[in-house]
């Protein structure tokens, strides 16, 4: 099956600090999404981003489809930013919206 | 809008006891979907519905695992019996039903049900 995997694992920033996390998938992909568990373990969406490049706030996101590969950029981090991200993606045609997560990236943003 | 509702929050159990989980998705959504998170991991599919009937379910341990959604609006994810590692968050989600093969809905997800096995 398709593998995806993020890096970097951990990441631990003093607040106001800028980071990148990334999602390497191994195969062509219909669609990824990037999430934010919260310590509480709540999953929210950040970015529905298939291709192209998109922002929200402090947070944007790219995605280059032909290089499997995408980009999630924090910048001004904020101690409300820790918790786990996760990329997880959608294989091609047919396959049902399912979707395959990474590991994801713990990050932790100190004071 | 309310969103995907779950419950129990927590719940702790012995193991070969038995557990169920409740699902009640966003109004409107055709589409559910259950994850087992194991601590550490991303979450994994266990099985997908559209309306009432299974699309997928190909990674549910069948032999212990069950879900049902016979109303086509809320669902229930049963574990009988039960293993020390089915200890897991247990994650519902939802989408609109899809309209057209390359469309694509967002997945919404619930809080979770936490399952601890001793």
């Known amino acids: 099956g398709i593998q995806v995997e993020q890096s970097p694992p951990d990441l631990i920033l003093q607040e106001g600090a800028n980071s990148t996390l990334r999602c390497n998938f191994s195969?062509?992909?219909?669609?990824l999404q990037w999430f934010h568990q919260n310590p509480w373990g709540q999953l929210i969406n950040l970015f529905y981003?298939?291709?192209g490049t998109k922002q929200n706030g402090r947070l944007s996101a790219t995605t280059v489809a032909t290089e499997r590969y995408s980009l999630l950029y924090i910048s001004s981090s904020q101690t409300t930013d820790s918790g786990v991200y996760f990329c997880?993606?959608?294989?091609?045609?047919?396959?049902?919206?399912?979707?395959?997560f990474g590991g994801g990236t713990r990050l932790m943003v100190k004071p | 809008e309310a969103g995907v509702a779950q419950s129990p929050r927590y719940k702790i159990i012995e193991k070969r006891q038995s557990v169920a989980f409740w699902c009640n998705p966003i109004?409107?959504?055709?589409?559910l979907y259950w994850y087992q998170q194991i601590l550490g991991q991303g979450p994994k599919l266990l099985i997908q519905?559209?309306?009432?009937?299974?699309?997928?379910d190909s990674q549910l341990p069948k032999d212990r695992f069950s879900a049902e959604r016979l109303k086509g609006v809320d669902s229930t994810l049963k574990i009988q019996p039960a293993k020390l590692e089915d200890s897991a968050v247990y994650l519902c989600?939802?989408?609109?039903?899809?309209?057209?093969?390359?469309?694509?809905?967002?997945?919404?997800f619930g809080p979770g049900t936490r399952l601890t096995v001793l």
């Open positions: 989600a939802s989408t609109p039903l899809r309209l057209a093969v390359f469309s694509y809905n967002e997945q919404f």
């Open positions: 195969d062509s992909v219909n669609n």
């Open positions: 981003i298939p291709s």
């Open positions: 997880a993606v959608e294989l091609g045609v047919g396959a049902g919206n399912m979707l395959t």
């Open positions: 109004s409107g959504h055709a589409t």
């Open positions: 519905f559209q309306n009432n009937g299974v699309v997928d």
